[in-house]
């Protein structure tokens, strides 16, 4: 048995033969020509039918995995369209007087190149569109079909690396999985296999000839394993692992791509808690309707520096493509208190639970801040991004960064740089919060209620101390009061308010949060379904006469 490992994609267990994916050799010559003007002639139509070409995998992208994921083939067509890409390609036609194939070949190379040696990894993952669309005007130019990939029976492909064009016209119930020798995990190859549910591993070097080539082999894409030739005893066990996944899914498969609805009509959101881009593929594993929470602190946790905008923007970027224009609620840095980072150099603190932590570092730091509101408002223009601010205490705050906010998106339309029209709102986490949330909702577009810092100020517990679990009671009457009075004042401004603390995922306060009226709860991706289940089950308004003759 061979065993090869490489980064994973996205999750599950594939069983099947390995099918070894070989890209067609553009064959290109260097000819000299006479007539350069119909050189050009010939390098304009062919680029204008892979345009044509690119529109048809725009649409069909569209239909199978929304409009998000499938602007990368509109990015295609306008590197295609790009100046100094088709500048390039005419002036080597004219100049030396070469055919159109050599001169697309070249600067085809030439710009992945250039892309390829960039430090940023989102970029590097770009020089694989450039040749990308070089090969399909070179497939044009040669009077070839460049049609799609197909098998005769389900398969792991195993290729060298999968271009997003490739990936959008598989044959998807013949793909039991794919793995690349190379590859991004930024790359938008990554997010399509990820929205369309494909175990994948990327970066794994595996050879591609005969030593793999139409055996048995197994991907593992929990562990990021691939295994060929596995024995006996081996696929065996595999196939019962892989058999143990199905069986839990079937338990909760028939709730999938239903609605969030009670059985007397009310509606709610059911949205994921996420820390990462690592969690996504659990996300769109458990059908969440969105991203309630995604937690930003966390690039910041894991460098040794203060992560640039073009490193926030490539994240912030990748999870609302992947989402497919789902609702994708970051919230900004919130460290202090519990998460530390040293290179903030924050003096040590005798409560930092009620010290200097999230908005308060973000407002005195505001160039930490416009750094961070600059990429999620440039991320906002891939997705439905909303943002959110913790840890607020007053209206003189929120106005505060809202005129920040302000700032930073007029400097971006001045650069020319494209945003969007994120929602903005803030999280209700500490007594003061709640009592001013009347005055608060006229200035923001939601509320989400992190329970956890507010069951700790209500109580004055810290729920950092083992000592006090026996006093810390996170169904106290005071803390779920707080939350309906959040609730109602929210909903009498016009706006919706929400959950994202790991109350929203106790399966005892579902009923009591739909009888409230809380319009969304994020929780963890594995109890979307869970809690999707109670709430399909409930009947609020028969509940809520059971809760007044108890009273």
């Known amino acids: ?84 890409y088709q500048e390039s390609v005419e002036h080597m036609i004219c100049t030396q007087q070469v055919n159109a194939e050599y001169a697309v070949a070249v600067t085809g190379d030439h710009f992945s190149q250039l892309f390829a040696n960039m430090e940023d990894e989102y970029m590097r993952g770009r020089a694989a569109d450039v040749k990308d669309i070089s090969e399909r005007v070179l497939t044009v130019l040669q009077g070839q079909s460049g049609g799609s990939v197909q098998f005769s029976e389900p398969v792991i492909l195993v290729a060298d690396d999968l271009a997003p064009s490739e990936t959008v016209q598989l044959e998807k119930d013949k793909v039991l999985s794919f793995v690349t020798v190379h590859g991004s995990l930024n790359s938008h190859t990554a997010i399509l296999a ?31 394993k691939l295994y060929v030739d596995p024995e006996p005893a081996f696929l065996e066990q595999m196939k019962q692992k892989q058999l143990e996944e199905q069986e839990k899914k079937q338990l909760l498969q028939a709730l999938k791509g239903k609605d969030n609805v009670t059985l007397d009509g009310q509606h709610i959101l059911l949205y994921a808690n996420i820390g990462n ?11 969440a309707g969105g991203i309630g929470l995604f937690r930003s602190e966390f690039i910041y946790l894991e460098r040794d520096h203060y992560p ?11 999870v609302a493509e992947t989402m497919g224009g789902k609702r994708v609620i970051i919230r900004t840095l919130d460290i202090g208190a519990d998460k530390q980072c040293d290179y903030f150099e924050l003096e040590k603190e005798d409560n930092p639970a009620l010290g200097y932590r999230a908005i308060r570092i973000c407002l005195t730091r505001p ?36 005129q920040i906010a302000e700032e930073v998106k007029q400097e971006l339309q001045e650069q020319g740089i494209r945003i969007g029209e994120p929602e903005q709102g803030i999280m209700i986490e500490t007594p003061a919060a709640v009592i001013i949330s009347d005055l608060l909702a006229k200035e923001v577009d939601f509320f989400s209620i992190g329970t956890n810092d507010l069951t700790q100020y209500t109580l004055a517990i810290d729920r950092q101390n083992s000592m006090l679990d026996a006093f810390y009671d996170t169904h106290h009457p005071a803390v779920l009061r707080m939350i309906r009075m959040v ?25 009591t949060f739909l009888e409230m009226g809380v319009d969304e709860l994020s929780v963890s991706p594995g109890n979307i379904l869970p809690i999707r289940k109670i709430v399909r089950e409930t009947d609020v308004a028969a509940y809520r006469q059971e809760m007044q003759e108890r009273t």
């Open 1 to 84: 048995m061979q065993e090869w490992e490489g980064k994973k994609v996205f999750g599950g267990i594939a069983i099947g033969k390995i099918y070894v994916y070989q890209k067609g050799q553009q064959q290109v010559r260097r000819m000299t020509i006479q007539d350069p003007d119909a050189e050009l002639a010939r390098y304009q139509a062919a680029k204008e039918a892979a345009v044509a070409q690119l529109q048809e995998l725009y649409e069909k992208a569209l239909q199978e995995v929304g409009q998000a994921n499938a602007a990368i083939f509109e990015i295609h067509q306008m590197m295609l369209e790009d100046e100094d």
């Open 194 to 224: 990820r929205t369309m549910g494909i175990p994948a591993l990327i970066g794994c070097p595996v050879p591609l000839d005969a030593t793999v080539d139409g055996k048995m082999g197994v991907v593992d894409g929990n562990t990021g």
């Open 277 to 287: 881009t690592k969690d996504l593929a659990a996300v769109l594993q458990n059908d």
């Open 308 to 318: 640039t905008e073009e490193e926030q923007f490539q994240i912030y970027r990748t």
């Open 367 to 402: 160039e930490v801040f416009k750094t961070q509101l600059r990429a999620l408002f440039r991320a906002s223009a891939y997705g439905k991004v909303a943002i959110m601010y913790p840890m607020i205490t007053s209206v003189q705050e929120v106005r505060q960064i809202r």
């Open 487 to 511: 609730v109602e004042q929210a909903h009498a401004a016009g706006i919706w308010a929400g959950i994202c603390g790991e109350l929203g995922a106790d399966p005892a306060l579902t009923k």
